[in-house]
């Protein structure tokens, strides 16, 4: 059974730093994808980065572009958001999801994808 753990939100000052992390187990395919979304009050879940294990290419939402980093740990496949300089506008609960090829190499707005995390709340204060 797939499981994706989300940790290391929490509260930052505008201008700061913090990073993501999701830990994932039971997944057995060579190559998928991961992304990180964000749902903030009131709004539509939105994706903010995706990677691409297969040839680890990466792609973010222009809202974030320059500002987060998405990566995983080639050792035990662990992913990562980097969220440098995060604005009041970032607040928002973050999700990691995984998915396999055939549901992620689509355009954006009609990725799919099969595994969820619970969340973790980040809250950036002005």
């Known amino acids: 059974q797939v499981q994706l753990v989300e940790s290391g939100g929490g509260s930052v000052q505008a201008g700061g730093s913090l990073r993501l992390t999701c830990t994932a187990s039971?997944?057995?395919?060579?190559?998928?994808?991961l992304a990180w979304f964000r749902q903030a009050p009131g709004k539509a879940r939105e994706e903010v980065a995706i990677i691409f294990t297969g040839d680890r290419s990466t792609s973010y939402d222009d809202s974030v572009k320059g500002r987060f980093i998405i990566s995983q740990d080639n050792n035990n496949g662990t992913l990562y958001l980097q969220m440098n300089g995060p604005k009041p506008e970032d607040t928002a609960m973050y999700y990691c999801?995984?998915?396999?090829?055939?549901?992620?190499?689509?355009?954006?707005?009609?990725?799919?994808?099969?595994?969820w995390g619970q969340g973790t709340q980040v809250t950036v204060l002005s």
């Open positions: 039971g997944y057995t395919a060579n190559n998928y994808c």
């Open positions: 999801a995984a998915g396999g090829n055939r549901g992620c190499l689509r355009p954006r707005s009609r990725r799919v994808f099969d595994y």
